[in-house]
């Protein structure tokens, strides 16, 4: 099992930027990929951004692209989403997701944390 807490989400103006992070626990070893997913009112679930455990490699949506980062310390077992340029779409419930070695989807889900972007 791996446990994973999401902070860092709130209130911001168009414009503005937050960093979100993702620290996780318990069979760390075991992942291959972490990710930041968003969920915005009435809509499903999308994918905003990936990164590679071991490998550090990344991946984008396209809507995010230019604006966010991902980055990871693995030291800390944590993940972190820089969001600048933030506009009133982003708003939305991000989160973490996990997978693990040997799986092809995204096991391990934080319980979200609400950006609300004003314009």
């Known amino acids: 099992q791996v446990q994973l807490v999401e902070s860092g989400g709130g209130l911001v103006q168009a414009g503005g930027s937050l960093r979100l992070s993702c620290a996780a626990s318990g069979r760390t070893f075991s992942i291959y990929d972490m990710a930041w997913f968003r969920q915005a009112p009435g809509k499903e679930r999308a994918f905003v951004a990936a990164i590679g455990w071991s490998t550090s490699v990344t991946n984008y949506a396209d809507s995010v692209k230019g604006r966010f980062t991902i980055s990871r310390d693995s030291a800390k077992n944590t993940v972190y989403l820089q969001m600048n340029s933030l506009n009133p779409e982003d708003t939305a419930v991000y989160y973490c997701?996990?997978?693990?070695?040997?799986?092809?989807?995204?096991?391990?889900w934080g319980q979200g944390t609400q950006v609300t972007v004003s314009s």
């Open positions: 997701a996990v997978a693990r070695v040997g799986s092809s989807k995204y096991e391990y």
